[in-house]
């Protein structure tokens, strides 16, 4: 065996020169919109925006209450929607590299493309509400501030990543 490994199986030697042929065939747009779908997959189980609550007790000086809270990416539909978007592209790439829908390619390319742009749309609108939402507030001896959690950073990247594949790809097919 030529692997370093002593104990590896020639079945596994199969699935390591399988993947590395995979990724060899992969143009920049084909590795950009893996990449995406990796990073929206992770994104999704990670906290979209996060909420403190701090209530003082004007008369010891003291916090009375303290809340916390976050919400997932895939708790919010727009969240959802973006991930879909983002795990369809990677789909729709991974057909075209294997062969299963050549006929499809123009129409593959189109969908991508489109689904880039809602994923981005999608983002955009959880970003106007993270926005809206992050000011803080204080006042009555009460103070409530929202933010971005990490899941929010991660998808509108994956989004844009997404977006910039499928523009590359439409590109490296004379789409436009």
């Known amino acids: 065996m030529s692997t370093n490994e002593p104990n590896a199986s020639p079945s596994s030697n199969n ?6 042929k995979i ?14 779908t990796i990073l929206a997959i992770l994104s999704a189980f990670l906290s979209l925006f996060t909420v403190s609550v701090n209530v003082e007790n004007p008369v010891m000086k003291m916090a ?11 708790q919010d539909w727009r969240g959802v929607v973006a991930v ?5 592209c990677g789909v729709m790439t991974w057909m075209l590299l294997s062969g299963t829908a ?39 001896g009460a103070e409530m501030r929202a933010g971005a959690g990490i899941g929010a950073y991660l998808i509108l990247l994956a989004s844009l990543v997404c977006l910039a594949g ?8 004379n789409l436009f």
């Open 64 to 74: 009375a209450v303290h809340n916390s809270g976050s919400s997932m990416v895939i």
């Open 23 to 36: 990724v060899d065939r992969l143009s920049l747009a084909g590795k950009l919109m893996c990449g995406a």
């Open 102 to 140: 050549p006929a499809q390619a123009r129409n593959f390319t189109i969908a991508m493309l489109a689904a880039g742009g809602v994923a981005l749309l999608m983002c955009i609108l959880i970003w106007v509400d993270i926005n809206r939402a992050s000011s803080a507030f204080t006042g009555l």
């Open 84 to 88: 879909l978007c983002c795990v369809g």
């Open 15 to 20: 699935v390591v020169n399988t993947g590395k």
């Open 166 to 173: 499928s523009v590359l790809h439409a590109r490296d097919k």
